[in-house]
């Protein structure tokens, strides 16, 4: 028994991360076609990950939302003894447009809040990513009337001015 116990374990261990050892991962602007589908808006800068996540929440403050959301496996992985390069989404909304577009589609709020994605490139720079408002609640629009394609179409305009400010030298 403890003999199966060991083989199972020597087979397993290539499989473990080794500890310190850094991921490669793609850097967001070097996709082809763009990070995953239509929609998307990909904004390179010049920043370093901390300073454009710090860039990115003052920016969400000063359009009027809230940071709502903020998660990422950078410093659980690290905690493991992975290394992977910053990786960070941040959920941005206001009561105001929750309560708008609760009216309008119930469904619709499963988008709620809508995510910047933003990530460490290989030369330490990072990029802003997120996926245009009007994109997200397309799917509900016949359901809910224009008017929900007029509040999109205002968050669409806060997410690219969020984005500008975050990436702006």
């Known amino acids: ?22 991921q490669d991962v793609a850097d967001m602007t070097a996709l082809p076609g ?15 990950f901390d300073t454009l996540v710090e ?32 990786n960070m989404v941040i959920g941005a909304f206001n009561n105001a447009f929750a309560v708008r577009i609760l009216r309008l589609s119930t469904p619709a709020m499963i988008h709620a809040p809508i995510r910047f994605y ?3 490139n290989a030369d330490g720079t990072a990029t802003l990513g997120y996926i ?19 509040a999109a179409s205002e968050l669409d305009a806060l997410f690219a001015a969020i984005a500008e400010d975050a990436v702006a030298r």
Not at 38 to 45: A, I, M, Q
Not at 60 to 86: D, F, K, Y
Not at 136 to 144: E, Q, T
């Open 118 to 120: 933003l990530t460490e």
């Open 132 to 150: 245009r408002p009007t994109t997200l609640l397309a799917p509900y629009a016949d359901a809910a009337g224009p008017d929900l394609a007029v």
């Open 55 to 86: 860039r990115t929440s003052q920016a969400i403050a000063a359009h009027g939302l809230a940071v709502v959301t903020r998660a990422g496996p950078t410093g659980a992985a690290a905690n493991r003894g992975v290394e992977i390069p910053g």
């Open 34 to 48: 763009g990070p995953g589908g239509p929609g998307w808006e990909v904004h390179p800068s010049s920043h370093d």
């Open 1 to 22: 028994m403890l003999r199966t116990l060991l083989t199972m374990a020597l087979v397993a261990l290539p499989l473990l991360p080794s500890a310190g050892a850094a």
